[in-house]
T-cell receptor
Framework: DQQVKQNSPSLSVQEGRISILNCDYTNSMFDYFLWYKKYPAEGPTFLISISSIKDKNEDGRFTVFLNKSAKHLSLHIVPSQPGDSAVYFCAADSGGGADGLTFGKGTHLIIQP | NAGVTQTPKFRILKIGQSMTLQCTQDMNHNYMYWYRQDPGMGLKLIYYSVGAGITDKGEVPNGYNVSRSTTEDFPLRLELAAPSQTSVYFC??????????????FGPGTRLTVT
């Protein structure tokens, strides 16, 4: 039973445009959400996070939005750059990190020139 | 700061063999984790540790064992390897107070094939 769902296995966006990656969750106990970026043959690297007490967090070109009532979050990348091509994982936590993160299956973002 | 290091990078095992995947972090993080990632899937938690001497099972612990004798090291032991353990294994660490979570830092992964 998937508690964190990323329903788009892949997404293709033109360079310079906005990339929007979506994530849905089912567990109401999740109180912290993170996005990780992963290149082939490397470990995931942290991108941005949001606490459940907020609805938006921004860091440079990256913004994460959280809609608690819909149990939905999204990652916006503006403008999209070629180096953004990677697999993006949505992850959620409910125990202050004590029992690990729950990950979605990932979305492969492809930035086209 | 090397961050989280994992050895080996690649390994091929025969069914029934055993091996230990090594993980070391130099960030003085109290929490450490082992995940596995199967093709087309997200990462699944195998074991985790909230400090030296303390370990606990994650979502998919069967066939694995861990120990945490120091803050820095968190080895993962595979006993009697099976083809279902073919996967990429990631070690991660983070600092947490228990109520406040900081992001997890991941190692580069170990790609294991069991044939």
């Amino acid at each position: 039973d998937q508690q964190v769902k990323q329903n788009s296995p892949s997404l293709s966006v033109q360079e310079g445009r906005i990339s929007i990656l979506n994530c849905d969750y089912t567990n109401s106990m999740f109180d912290y959400f993170l996005w990780y970026k992963k290149y082939p043959a490397e470990g995931p690297t942290f991108l941005i996070s949001i606490s459940s007490i907020k609805d938006k967090n921004e860091d440079g070109r990256f913004t994460v939005f959280l809609n608690k009532s819909a149990k939905h979050l999204s990652l916006h990348i503006v403008p999209s750059q070629p180096g953004d091509s990677a697999v993006y994982f949505c992850a959620a936590d409910s125990g202050g990190g004590a029992d690990g993160l729950t990950f979605g299956k990932g979305t492969h973002l492809i930035i086209q020139p | 700061n090397a961050g989280v290091t994992q050895t080996p990078k690649f390994r091929i095992l025969k069914i029934g063999q055993s091996m230990t995947l090594q993980c070391t972090q130099d960030m003085n993080h109290n929490y450490m984790y082992w995940y596995r990632q199967d093709p087309g899937m997200g990462l699944k938690l195998i074991y985790y540790s909230v400090g030296a001497g303390i370990t606990d099972k994650g979502e998919v612990p069967n066939g694995y064992n861990v120990s945490r004798s120091t803050t820095e090291d968190f080895p993962l032991r595979l006993e009697l390897a099976a083809p279902s353990q073919t996967s990429v294994y990631f070690c991660a660490s983070s600092y947490s107070t228990g109520s406040l979570l900081y992001e997890q830092y991941f190692g580069p992964g170990t790609r294991l094939t069991v044939t």
